[in-house]
């Protein structure tokens, strides 16, 4: 008679599949819970205790850890030697496991939790049956997905065995998951010990979605999410119409957000492949996507809008009239709703806690050979932020500079953002010389530079573009120093009463 030992924390299913079983003609083994939950059903279950003749202890910490059970599992069943030594020491086989371990993600989730309640789900037991039994799968059937259920009664009904195929399709699920499982464990380890750079590092994800392709037609793809907080990111939203999400569509709306969060005024902010091409705040949405508009009426089409305002009827009228791939709002008026709607394709997505930007994660970038890994970058300013000019900027210069600095942190370097009246005038993103983005920017802006800040994201290395801003009737500008012709810039910019502040900081996004 087949054997399967059933121990489960997640019990959905688990009385249907083992009813199954049984009427298939298998004996059940279960511990716990597990087997109080048969029982109560009416199914004839084996103890754990029974099988290895010796009492579960230690608060149940100690219940599978047994010969009985992992020679039951790892017996090699075309090997005379081992089958030899099973009947010579009274150990009978574990056809299947069934098991989907302690819940230590939704404990360590859990705002409440101990440290104590952490470390008691940290299972021993179980993880060592998934993986006897997934290295012995030519022999043992495991599971610990209860979506895997009904394929396998179908197949034991139909073939009498579970495919050889499926037992290592289902082996390989238990390595993702085994392995899922102590990397939320051993970064649990490592937050309350302060290790923020281990000598080995691992980082686990949950899949949210397939995608239609990558960045690209001809590269496949896929959307993960994070384990822990995801409220306010795109992994927690809720896509009320429109295609399904792309690659580039994920990037580029991420970007967006990025930039967003760090804007606490009715703000909208306009990108396209990555970059920002327009970004305004105002007292009203409409006013604020006027300006975001007006800063490149070109380069928003076919973009993606992030509000972190209710959009409301009006401003939903003025956004229907260009083509935008994507918007991402915290929610929207009925009105409005169903006035964005009226286009087939555009997708529109609600994020309830859009302007949530705490958030404990790496950024990580993926090379050949290797991954790097840093902080997020969540700082705007520090302490060595000053005037090196002398002349001092306006109170609304200031204004301006802050918020082209923004921008600018989070425009592809090298980045040159000018800005005017709480929008920007014009961006000029990720050129390999800093003279040809602000170049570019001037060229943009056309006449509205004029009485325009200036924001850059790195140092000046030379007084080319202090220059350019002169002539382009830029007013003030904003930079992080450090350049060792430092003093040419200041001079230069003295010399056109020109108000500079530099940071001490710098946001080179790469």
Request: glycine share 6%; proline share 3%; hydrophobic share 40%.
């Amino acid at each position: 008679m087949k054997r399967a030992l059933i121990s489960v924390s997640d019990k959905t299913g688990i009385v249907e599949f083992a009813k199954g079983l049984v009427k298939l003609g298998w004996e059940i083994i279960s511990t716990g819970g597990t087997a109080k939950t048969l029982r109560e059903e009416g199914i004839n279950v084996i103890d754990v205790s029974d099988v290895t003749a010796f009492p579960e202890c230690f608060d149940g910490r100690v219940k599978t850890l047994h010969p009985n059970i992992h020679g039951g599992l790892l017996a090699l069943r075309d090997n005379n030697e081992h089958m030899n030594s099973m009947a010579k020491l009274d150990i009978k086989c574990i056809d299947m496991v069934v098991n989907n371990l302690y819940p230590f993600k939704e404990t360590v989730l859990r705002e409440d939790v101990t440290h104590t309640e952490i470390i008691e789900n940290i299972d021993i037991g179980g993880p060592s049956m998934l993986r006897a039994a997934a290295k012995n799968y030519r022999f043992v059937t495991v599971i610990i997905d209860p979506k895997d259920y009904d394929e396998i009664l179908q197949q034991l009904k139909h073939n009498g065995q579970v495919s050889e195929d499926t037992r290592l399709y289902l082996a390989s699920k238990v390595f993702q998951y085994t392995s899922h499982y102590d990397t939320l464990i051993s970064k649990y380890f490592n937050k309350i010990t302060n290790i923020k750079f281990p000598d080995i590092i691992s980082f686990t994800f949950e899949k949210k979605q397939e995608l239609r392709y990558g960045e690209n037609p001809h590269q496949e793809g896929a959307f993960y999410k994070e384990i822990e907080e995801i409220s306010g990111t795109l992994a927690d939203t809720v896509q009320l119409h429109g295609k399904e999400l792309s690659f580039n569509n994920i990037n580029d709306t991420n970007s967006a957000l990025e930039i967003l969060k760090e804007f606490d005024k009715p703000t909208v902010v306009a990108v396209k492949h990555g970059n920002p091409c327009g970004v305004g705040s105002s007292d009203t949405l409409e006013l604020a996507f006027r300006k975001a508009y007006e800063c490149d009426k070109v380069s928003i089409f076919g973009g993606i809008i992030a509000i972190n305002r209710e959009v409301d009827e009006s401003t939903a009228k003025l956004i229907n009239e260009i083509f935008i791939e994507i918007i991402v709002a915290p929610s929207y008026t009925i009105k409005a709703l169903n006035i964005l709607k009226s286009k087939k394709n555009i997708r529109i997505l609600q994020m309830l806690q859009i302007d949530k930007n705490d958030y404990e994660s790496y950024d990580l970038k993926k090379v050949l050979g290797g991954i790097l890994v840093q902080d997020r970058d969540t700082m705007l300013l520090n302490e060595n932020f000053k005037v090196v000019t002398d002349r001092n900027p306006t109170e609304k210069e200031i204004e301006d500079l802050l918020f082209a600095w923004k921008v600018a942190k989070h425009t592809k370097s090298n980045a040159i953002v000018l800005a005017k009246d709480n929008g920007t005038i014009a961006v000029g993103p990720g050129q390999v010389s800093r003279i040809w983005s602000l170049e570019n920017a001037i060229k943009q802006g056309g006449q509205n530079v004029k009485g325009s800040v200036l924001a850059s994201d790195a140092f000046f290395p030379f007084s080319d573009c202090v220059e350019e801003a002169f002539k382009a009737g830029i007013t003030a500008i904003i930079q992080p120093g450090g350049s060792v012709n430092d003093e040419l810039s200041i001079k230069a910019a003295n010399k056109h009463s020109i108000a500079m502040i530099f940071t001490g900081i710098r946001h080179f996004k790469h």
